[in-house]
């Protein structure tokens, strides 16, 4: 299996995008609109999870620090033939439980906005955050495309 150059050094990126994205502020939240808001990035969001709710915080640790990076190491792994590729199923849907925490960041926000009683803004690391999770879905189906290729 031959694996494109481009295809290997974005996935490789992806190891240093992910934490990255993790510490970017992903929401700007505040209680009132004349008080400053606060950055929320992943890793602030699950210091605060850890203090009040441990099991959540273990769910969303998994979704959003394990799955990706498992994911991204798998693939790295397997563009360089130490892997085998009868593994790439487990791979996606490894990227599957990312993309979840892609849908729960969202459904707070939607919340949040509907609540009133706050203000809640996305900032760039939502975006990055994001963008880290759909290029991973994208590597891995190109992946997938050059092993089933004979």
């Known amino acids: 299996m031959t694996i494109s150059l481009w295809l290997r050094w974005a996935n490789l990126a992806l ?3 992910f934490p990255l994205s993790w510490f970017a502020p992903l929401l700007r939240a505040g ?3 004349l008080f400053g808001l606060s950055d929320i990035s992943v ?3 699950l210091q605060s999870l ?6 959540l915080a273990l769910l969303v640790t998994a979704l959003a620090l394990f799955a990706p990076m498992l994911k991204t190491i798998g693939l790295a792994l397997l563009h360089h033939d130490l892997l085998s590729p009868r593994l ?3 791979l996606a849907w490894t990227g599957k439980l990312a993309m979840a925490d892609v849908f729960l960041i ?9 609540a009133g ?4 803004e996305t900032a760039w690391g939502l975006w990055l955050f ?3 999770i759909l290029a991973s879905v994208v590597i891995s189906g190109l992946t997938q495309r050059h092993s089933d290729r004979p």
Request: proline content about 9%.
């Open 117 to 120: 009683i706050g203000r809640v």
């Open 43 to 45: 890793i602030s969001g």
């Open 15 to 17: 190891l240093v995008l």
């Open 31 to 33: 209680l009132l609109p």
């Open 130 to 132: 994001t963008a880290c």
């Open 88 to 90: 790439l199923p487990v």
């Open 106 to 114: 969202a459904l707070y926000v939607v919340i949040l906005k509907g």
């Open 50 to 55: 850890w203090q009040g709710d441990p099991l």
